[in-house]
């Protein structure tokens, strides 16, 4: 079984900072892919960074130049360094990792989200 673990979120006035992690533990062979999502209740989860294996990074547009993805492949740990924050950014933050576990099995993994509200 593996788990992952988000941490970091939290209140923070528009403009400022946050830096969002999510750790994997448990029967891990190897991590492929990982992403940052968001949504808010009712709505659709949103794809907001990516990260492969190889550190190759994507961002959606409404955070392009704002927030930055990386990892620690050695940790198997992925980071969100969010700045210049807005408003819209108010949503509960989930970590997302393609897995090949211990066992041989390629498994999409979930943490169990994260809040973050932007306000003042």
């Known amino acids: 079984q593996v788990q992952l673990v988000e941490s970091g979120g939290g209140l923070v006035q528009p403009g400022g900072s946050l830096r969002l992690s999510c750790q994997a533990s448990?029967?891990?062979?190897?991590?492929?892919?990982m992403n940052w999502y968001r949504q808010v209740p009712g709505k659709q989860r949103e794809l907001v960074a990516g990260?492969?294996?190889?550190?190759?990074?994507t961002y959606a547009d409404s955070v392009k130049g704002r927030f930055t993805i990386s990892r620690d492949n050695a940790k198997n740990t992925m980071y969100l360094q969010m700045s210049s924050l807005k408003p819209d950014d108010t949503d509960v933050y989930y970590c997302?990792?393609?897995?090949?576990?211990?066992?041989?099995?390629?498994?999409?993994?979930w943490g169990q989200g994260t809040q973050v509200t932007v306000s003042s």
């Open positions: 448990g029967s891990i062979f190897s991590i492929y892919g």
């Open positions: 997302n990792a393609l897995v090949q576990t211990a066992n041989g099995m390629t498994i999409n993994y």
């Open positions: 990260i492969t294996s190889g550190g190759i990074s």
